[in-house]
């Protein structure tokens, strides 16, 4: 992304997990793998439209009132 330029979160993701996918192929140890696994499908995930993080009113607390 350059300066004067619009910031799209989806191409930032998109460069970000081919980053990772990158340091994935890269690294040895299992469990390394499996946490660049993990920060893929959780970027992945966040980029999707396809899910919804409102909280209902009966999980709000008081706090969340107006």
């Not at 300066?3 to 980053?19: F, H, L, P, S, T």
């Not at 340091?23 to 140890?29: G, N, W, Y």
């Not at 499996?34 to 607390?61: G, V």
Request: glycine share 2%; net charge negative.
């Amino acid at each position: 992304m350059r300066r004067g330029q619009a910031k799209d979160i989806n191409q930032y993701i998109e460069i970000r997990v081919k980053q990772l996918e990158e340091d994935r192929d890269k690294a040895t140890d299992t469990y390394d793998k499996q946490w660049y696994n993990r920060i893929i499908s959780e970027l992945n995930w966040a980029k999707s439209p396809h899910h919804d993080c409102f909280m209902s009113t009966d999980a709000q607390s008081d706090w969340f009132k107006e």
